[in-house]
C-alpha cells in the first residue's frame, strides 16, 4: 500500500525554523522526482520546491535561500528545511510523489 506521510508542521513565530518530513511506503521514493507544494484557503495549490531523482532541486521564488529539500534514501524520506519564516508561508503543506500522489498535508502557521 502506498502512502505518504507528512509530519513536522506547527505553530511558529515569523523569524522561526521547521523542518518538515514526508515518510514514503510502498514505493522506493529515490526513483521518483518528489515535491513540496502549499495551500492556503481560496487558493490553488502551488509547488514550493521540488528533487528529482537525480537530486536535482527547483524551488519557488518566495522560498528560494529560505526553503531547503532533500532526500534521506535509506529512510526513504523526503524533508523540507524552513527557514526564515513568514506570515505568507503560512499554509498546508503537502507531499507529492510523481506517479503515486498526494500525501495528507500539514498546517504550517507563522505568527507575525
Known amino acids: 500500500q502506498v502512502q505518504l506521510v507528512e509530519s513536522g508542521g506547527g505553530l511558529v513565530q515569523a523569524g522561526g525554523s521547521l523542518r518538515l518530513s514526508c515518510a514514503a511506503s510502498?514505493?522506493?521514493?529515490?526513483?521518483?522526482?518528489m515535491s513540496w507544494y502549499r495551500q492556503t484557503p481560496g487558493k490553488e495549490r502551488e509547488l514550493v520546491a521540488s528533487i528529482s531523482a537525480g537530486g536535482s532541486t527547483n524551488y519557488a521564488d518566495s522560498v528560494k535561500g529560505r526553503f531547503t529539500i532533500s532526500r534521506d534514501n535509506a529512510k526513504n524520506t523526503v524533508y523540507l528545511q524552513m527557514n526564515s519564516l513568514k506570515s505568507e508561508d503560512t499554509a498546508v503543506y503537502y507531499c507529492k510523489a510523481t506517479f503515486w500522489g498526494w500525501g495528507q498535508g500539514t498546517q504550517v502557521t507563522v505568527s507575525s
Open positions: 510502498g514505493f522506493t521514493a529515490s526513483r521518483y522526482a
